[in-house]
């Protein structure tokens, strides 16, 4: 069996590659500073945009009254996310289009890329019936219990949770399993190829015995996951799935070692040179983090047999992110080492979840889940400092190169586990 080689080889072929990457960056930079300059050049400017959050807040007024209100986080045409306030009558207009005129000449360039606050007046509400809408009250229909089927609009059209609603699945560790990603997308793209395989193989038979399949099916599938991260307004944590499946699958083809750091320093370099305002993602960082530590484990790990490395991993990866769980959102509750359980049999429960959906049977897991969101009522906060988070990077990246780092960030991750288990004991 030929071995497979390295993707850099020489500090040449890194010399080039961030000469490539810094260029495109260069240039993706000015293009957002040509559309920053455009939004400020007036004191106001007409925005189309879409809806992505709505929700209710109460400030207390200078006369002592307590004033509702209605937040919108909108994401516009030109691909920059803001945030407006409306009056508390408003309709629910979550994924729907609307023109409004935006006074936000006094933002810095920072702010833009980062996501700002504008005061706004609404002037038109589309009345388009997009295919997400369908899909949702498609969903909808099928569910008595809101909350269940705001999960399932989560899992399948990416749709904002209520904060409540989320807070419950951060208390149980799980909210990686509702905000779609690319574990999502492995699921995704198994189904894709399993259905595939036959007819293609099939038809290759008989028309076109030439081909490859490997790589028409992985086109396909590609070109299939690329329509869904349109379909959903691609989501950065997807974003960087589909951008790393893409690059892993040349590589692979070409001989180059795709379980390594490297490609997946290629992949993040490439997506934040070409997508800018991605550095400012929690959700793509975190993605990355994820996949950093399933790939530390296959390169330290990969001797071991498959069916251990299968049932190891979901406790290295859980044991690893503790760290940025408890330091960027601090919720942890006794049932929250649990998500180990729950994200193994996630693999199949989502797929067969979108099967029955789509016989109209969706609601037979309804008790089930009830039941998961109720043992998420009860938890605590816990205050991790952001230095501990920077602690656990730091021993993240000494593991790269040495296994004495590997050691200690295990047992600092260990040691974050046991702190939180005793805290909420």
Excluded: C
């Excluded at 993706?28 to 920053?36: A, G």
């Amino acid at each position: 069996m030929l071995e497979r080689v390295p993707l850099f080889t020489n500090k040449r072929d890194v010399f080039h590659f961030f000469l490539l990457a810094f260029t495109l960056f260069a240039l993706s930079l000015s293009y957002e500073f040509y559309n920053y300059k455009e939004l400020t050049k007036f004191d106001s400017q007409l925005i189309d945009a879409l809806v992505l959050k709505q929700y209710t807040k109460t400030k207390l007024t200078k006369k002592g009254k307590i004033k509702h209100y209605q937040v919108l986080k909108l994401k516009s045409d030109n691909g920059f996310t803001f945030y407006t306030s409306a009056s508390s009558k408003l309709p629910d207009i979550r994924y729907k289009k609307v023109q409004l005129e935006a006074w936000a000449g006094e933002i810095s360039f920072y702010e833009y890329l980062h996501g700002f606050y504008a005061h706004s007046k609404i002037l038109q509400i589309y009345d388009t019936d997009s295919y997400r809408e369908k899909l949702n009250r498609n969903i909808d229909a099928q569910h008595k219990n809101s909350d269940i089927s705001l999960l399932y609009q989560a899992l399948f059209s990416a749709k904002q949770l209520p904060y409540e609603l989320q807070k419950k699945f951060s208390n149980l560790g799980i909210s990686h399993l509702i905000a779609i990603s690319g574990f999502h997308l492995s699921v995704l793209g198994g189904i894709l190829f399993f259905l595939l395989k036959y007819p293609y193989k099939f038809l290759q038979n008989r028309y076109f015995p030439y081909r490859s399949y490997r790589v028409d099916s992985f086109w396909i599938v590609a070109l299939s996951l690329y329509g869904y991260l349109l379909f959903l307004d691609t989501p950065p944590s997807l974003l960087r799935a589909i951008v790393m499946l893409i690059i892993g699958f040349i590589l692979y083809d070409r001989g180059v070692e795709i379980i390594s750091m490297q490609t997946l320093l290629l992949t993040a370099v490439l997506i934040i040179a070409l997508a800018p305002r991605l550095l400012f993602s929690i959700g793509f960082w975190l993605s990355v983090a994820g996949v950093f530590y399933i790939f530390l484990f296959l390169i330290y790990f990969w001797h071991l047999k498959k069916l251990i490395q299968f049932l190891l991993l979901p406790f290295w990866v859980y044991l690893l992110m503790l760290p940025y769980s408890l330091a960027l959102f601090g919720n942890f509750s006794i049932y929250h080492p649990l998500s180990i359980l729950w994200t193994s049999l996630f693999t199949l429960f989502y797929p067969l979840g979108i099967f029955l959906h789509l016989l109209g049977f969706g609601y037979l897991f309804d008790d089930a889940l009830l039941a998961l969101i109720d043992l998420g009522e009860d938890a605590k906060v816990i205050h991790f400092d952001k230095i501990i988070l920077a602690v656990a990077i730091l021993l993240s990246l000494g593991a790269v190169y040495k296994r004495s780092f590997l050691y200690l960030l295990l047992l600092f991750s260990f040691s974050s586990f046991i702190y939180a288990i005793y805290y909420v004991t």
